[in-house]
């Protein structure tokens, strides 16, 4: 768990609201034709991310991974009226310079976030798939 004094990032699902996540993923390019059904198999399913402060959650991300070979970083969102602070910087770093992910090569899809995902050495592979080499391979 990552913690300042405003925001904390937690891998504990038992923290997640879900309703802060079907919200946002409603309203999402990527998700907004996503039944609900199919996002909370998804969160059950997979490694997830909350990044909160004491009102409730602001952020989220979801990993699916074999822990091995491959981890796919996806649904990653700041609430809007959180963003411009850094969190999704924040909440990135955390996940790709984890123990369990950094030597794991990544990938994920977006539209519209490069500059965010580059930062943390995601390269663009076509116009929406972006891939991450594992730090080992890279130094």
Same mark, same amino acid.
């Given at each position: 768990?990552?913690?300042?004094?405003?925001?904390? !990032?937690?891998?504990?699902?038992a923290?997640?609201?879900? %309703?802060?996540?079907?919200?946002?993923?409603?309203?999402?390019?990527?998700?907004?034709?996503r039944?609900?059904?199919? &996002?909370? =198999? #998804?969160?059950?399913? %997979?490694?997830?991310?909350?990044?909160?402060?004491?009102?409730?959650?602001?952020?989220?991300?979801r990993?699916?991974t074999?822990d091995?070979? !491959?981890?796919?970083?996806?649904?990653?969102? !700041?609430?809007?009226?959180?963003?411009?602070?850094?969190?999704?910087?924040k909440?990135?770093?955390?996940i790709?310079? %984890? /123990?369990?992910?950094?030597? !794991?090569?990544?990938?994920?899809?977006?539209?519209?976030? @490069? /500059?965010?995902?580059?930062?943390? /050495?995601?390269?663009r592979?076509?116009? &929406?798939?972006?891939?991450? =080499?594992?730090? @080992?391979? =890279? #130094?």
């Amino acid at each position: 768990m990552l913690k300042d004094d405003q925001f904390w !990032i937690s891998d504990d699902k038992a923290k997640l609201d879900m %309703s802060v996540i079907k919200g946002y993923l409603a309203r999402s390019y990527w998700a907004g034709q996503r039944l609900e059904e199919i &996002i909370e =198999r #998804s969160v059950q399913n %997979s490694l997830c991310y909350g990044i909160y402060r004491a009102e409730g959650q602001v952020g989220f991300a979801r990993v699916v991974t074999d822990d091995a070979t !491959i981890y796919y970083l996806c649904d990653v969102f !700041i609430d809007e009226e959180f963003r411009g602070m850094g969190l999704g910087k924040k909440l990135v770093q955390y996940i790709t310079q %984890s /123990e369990r992910f950094r030597n !794991i090569p990544g990938m994920l899809g977006t539209r519209d976030a @490069h /500059e965010l995902y580059e930062q943390f /050495e995601f390269r663009r592979d076509g116009d &929406i798939l972006m891939r991450r =080499r594992p730090d @080992h391979m =890279r #130094s």
